[in-house]
């Protein structure tokens, strides 16, 4: 045990660090590149499956120590394959499954067993790249005869320029008289609204009129019934005064002065 717990090392008289550094380094890059296409990488599963040997349920994006590797085929020619490969956590059994970019899923190699099974749809119905690529291609050479049918090639392109300006010009003119309704309406609800105002203002002073002119013509009807009754008692008063007073004489013979033409007042004696 003091043998192995040993700090000194043996170092021989030809030893030279910086050799045995790059060494090192050819070493450890010999060991990558022997099995470049294996590489240990950490997954989650990607659907539910159950192990064939004891039976052993996995359910999906459970994580995993497994492995990658390249497949030598590719789908169409450009999207590589990978093979995926985990162990089964009760029986240490190999399962591996493979990457499917034509459907765009994966498939199940061996090893174990998927517990769902998508449907997919028939061979019948799927089409093949040659046939996507023709149906594209007559799709666009529809629209191009559609596009050539609407637009006249003899039309001339000032003709077209004139066309568009007309259109504008008519767009702004329909703008502006928009505009224009817009304002009147806005002045006209103005008005009505002005003229609403003067009709309440109006019926307002009328009333307070109405009740003046009904408080005067009370004042005036008792004003007059007033008066009335005072002549009456007047004319009554002076009546009973003649009949009591009966020595007081009706006419009065009054004395008048004469004059002379010379402007001078003579009594007679």
């Known amino acids: 045990m003091s043998e192995r717990k040993a ?8 030893y030279n660090p910086l050799e045995a550094e790059k060494a090192a380094k ?3 890059k010999r060991l990558k590149t022997t099995n470049k ?9 990607p659907f539910g499956m159950r192990c064939l040997k004891c039976d052993e349920y996995i359910s999906k994006s459970r994580k995993f120590n497994g492995k990658k590797q390249l497949l030598p085929e590719k789908y169409l020619d450009s999207i590589k394959i990978y093979r995926l490969s985990i162990k089964c956590p009760r029986c240490n059994n190999l399962i591996s499954f493979r990457t499917d970019p034509k459907k765009a899923d994966y498939v199940m190699e061996v090893g174990g067993e998927r517990s769902y099974i998508r449907k997919d749809y028939d061979s019948a119905q799927l089409e093949s790249v040659d046939e996507a690529l023709e149906r594209l291609t007559k799709e666009q050479e ?10 006249d090639p003899t039309a001339d392109k000032m003709e077209l320029l004139e066309e568009k300006l007309a259109t504008l010009q008519q767009q702004q003119q329909d703008d502006e008289s928009l505009e224009n309704l817009k304002k009147l309406k806005y002045a006209s609800l103005k008005k009505a609204e002005e003229l609403n105002q003067k009709l309440d203002l109006n019926k307002g002073t009328k009333g ?5 002119e ?8 008792q004003v ?6 005072h002549q009456q008692n007047s004319t009554s008063s002076i009546l009973n005064q003649l009949i009591t007073n009966k020595s007081i004489p009706i006419k ?3 004395k008048r002065k004469k004059q002379n033409p010379l402007g001078v007042s003579v009594r007679k004696k």
């Open 26 to 28: 050819k070493l450890s």
């Open 7 to 14: 700090i000194n090392k043996y170092y021989p008289p030809d």
């Open 37 to 45: 296409d294996v590489v240990t990488i950490r997954l989650m599963t």
């Open 214 to 221: 009904d408080d005067d013509m009370e004042l005036n009807s």
């Open 142 to 151: 529809r629209e191009k005869s559609e596009l050539e049918g609407k637009l």
């Open 252 to 254: 009065k013979k009054l």
């Open 208 to 212: 307070a009129n109405n009740g003046i």
């Open 224 to 229: 007059e019934s007033a008066f009335k009754e």
